[in-house]
């Protein structure tokens, strides 16, 4: 299946969290919190402004993004966990980086 988010949404997958501590500690699964750094799927085509003109994202599919702990929907899409957000809800571009896939 494809999904086309609307307007001034994005798809985003969440990258993997840590595994250990600085420490070496190993963290269970039970334990972890839901990482906010993660990586655009999808987006939507823009947002349109007072006048009607469509104002089109900052980001786009493969950009490296943080995110608000509670930001999102939490979706399943071909079994896979996403998330669908707002535009305003990411709170930057991580660059330099190249996004790791979340393990299965």
């Known amino acids: 299946m494809k999904f086309r988010p609307l307007h ?3 798809v985003v997958r969440r990258l993997n969290a840590e595994e250990k501590t600085a420490g070496g500690i190993i963290i269970p ?3 972890k919190e839901k990482p906010m750094e993660g990586e655009i799927i999808a987006a939507g085509p823009g947002a349109r402004n007072d006048a009607g003109q469509l ?3 900052d980001v ?3 950009d ?3 995110f608000g702990k509670w930001s999102g929907t939490e979706v399943k899409i071909d079994s896979e966990e996403l998330l ?3 535009e305003s809800d990411i709170m930057g571009i991580i660059e330099g980086t190249v996004a ?3 393990a299965a």
Request: proline share 5%.
């Open 55 to 57: 104002v089109p994202l």
């Open 84 to 86: 669908i957000m707002k």
């Open 60 to 62: 786009k599919a493969g």
């Open 100 to 102: 790791k896939k979340k």
């Open 64 to 66: 490296r993004i943080l």
């Open 29 to 31: 699964d039970t334990a």
């Open 8 to 10: 001034d949404r994005v």
